[in-house]
């Protein structure tokens, strides 16, 4: 995976923005992080882009006539904390559909999941703030799966605290 940086200045993002545009149509995006900087006039954003060499996604069709999806391996987009996360809540994913006897992907894509840890999501609200997830998931799962990223947050900052410098 590579990763190429942007800076967009805010008072004149026209040029700066067609060159990101223009670079995220040609290549396979892991993933977008952006950030604004205030700093008076000189304000901007800083964009941070995840990339995979190779065709852009609306290039290679599948077998159903549909654009194939590139295959992301979350291991390399995530820290270990947050991958460990992710897989936790993929094995509640997986759990909830077999007791259900649907596929798992019918409770959440993989990408929804993603955006549960990028987007650190920690109430009904950030769920349903998720592209794709519906009011009649959120009101199905959200309670499961907001425990898992609580838990894994309380976790997190168990062992950071463990680690935090003595006063001494």
Do not use: C
Not at 49 to 59: F, H, I, P, T
Request: hydrophobic share 45%.
């Amino acid at each position: 995976m590579k990763y190429r940086f942007f800076h967009i200045l805010a008072r004149d993002p026209a040029t700066e923005t067609e060159i990101l545009n223009r670079f995220l149509a040609e290549r396979r995006i892991v993933a977008v992080d952006r950030q604004f900087v205030a700093d008076g006039g000189n304000s901007f954003w800083a964009v941070s882009v995840a990339y995979r060499d190779g065709a852009s996604a609306s290039d290679p069709t599948g077998a159903s006539g549909r654009p194939e999806k590139a295959k992301i391996d979350y291991r390399e987009v995530f820290d270990e904390r947050d991958f460990a996360t992710f897989a936790a809540l993929r094995t509640l994913r997986k759990e909830l559909a077999e007791a259900e006897g649907v596929p798992a992907y019918a409770l959440f894509t993989n990408e929804q999941l993603a955006a549960m840890v990028r987007g650190k999501a920690r109430t009904v609200a950030d769920l349903a703030a998720i592209e794709g997830v519906g009011k009649s998931r959120v009101e199905k799962y959200a309670a499961a799966f907001l425990k898992v990223l609580a838990d894994s947050a309380k976790t997190t900052a168990t062992k950071e605290g463990d680690r935090a410098p003595s006063a001494d």
